[in-house]
């Protein structure tokens, strides 16, 4: 039989070459596999961080609804910083002078977070506390040192206060801040109609200064520093006691929380 070497060889390299194709795609194959049980292994190690993770969280949770249960069941008192009794005197208030509760305020006329008290936060006071009778709301006077108008303020606001205008100048005076001097001073009692003899009178008297300067000292007594500063407390004998003490300019929030845990 006659063998045609050229077919022979032809096959041959056909053979070859076939081998070649299945071994390369063998090998892909081995590596598909290979990467997808590595994305199965990565996949798995992940749930499993999800699910110690969500253990956590429920322990967490149950953490959390112990101390809520503790805070509820604790027995409810007045947060009591700073003096144990503020004593009431030489006071301006306004209000039921009877009322079981006081707000004390130390304000300076310059402060501009006094005026933002008075402007938005002492408003919704005065309906929501004072007006309802649920506290009187008391004045003092602590003008800074580097506030060179504050106390020539605090001052006229006394005089314009002999002709029962206190509150009147108090808020006129907080809306014009920036613009404090003398003449401004006598410019709001001509426009209040006050006598305004009267008023000048008492702007050079030495007793009214001294009296803010003994809302200065008293101040300083009890641990005021800066302004404003508040003392909620209840009111016995013109004394505070369970006082509960808000430092600067705070929300609405703050002072009818204040109240509501005195009532308790």
Request: with cysteine.
């Amino acid at each position: 039989m006659e063998i045609n070497l050229s077919k022979v060889v032809i096959i041959f390299f056909f053979l070859v070459s076939c081998a070649g194709s299945a071994t390369h795609a063998e090998d892909e194959n081995h590596k598909e596999l290979a990467n997808v049980q590595k994305y199965e292994w990565v996949t798995e190690e992940i749930l499993q961080q999800l699910s110690d993770l969500k253990q956590e969280v429920k322990g967490l949770k149950s953490d959390i609804a112990t101390l809520q249960q503790l805070l509820a069941s604790a027995p409810k008192r007045p947060l009591v910083t700073g003096p144990q009794l503020v004593k009431l005197h030489n006071e301006i208030s306004f209000g039921d002078p009877n009322a079981k509760i006081a707000i004390v305020e130390f304000t300076d006329y310059q402060c501009p977070y006094c005026g933002r008290h008075t402007q938005s936060v002492l408003p919704i006071i005065k309906k929501q506390l004072i007006e309802t009778g649920k506290a009187k709301y008391v004045m003092y006077d602590f003008p800074l040192g580097f506030h060179a108008q504050a106390k020539p303020a605090a001052i006229a606001a006394r005089c314009a206060g002999q002709q029962d205008k206190y509150w009147e100048m108090h808020d006129a005076l907080f809306k014009q801040q920036r613009e404090l001097v003398p003449s401004l001073f006598r410019a709001t009692a001509s426009e209040m109609e006050l006598d305004e003899a009267a008023f000048s009178d008492c702007l050079s008297d030495p007793t009214v200064a001294a009296s803010v300067d003994s809302n200065f000292d008293y101040g300083g007594q009890i641990g005021v520093s800066g302004t404003p500063k508040f003392f909620v407390g209840k009111v016995k004998n013109n004394v505070m006691t369970d006082v509960i003490v808000i430092n600067g300019a705070q929300g609405f929030s703050a002072f009818s929380s204040a109240i509501a845990r005195l009532e308790e």
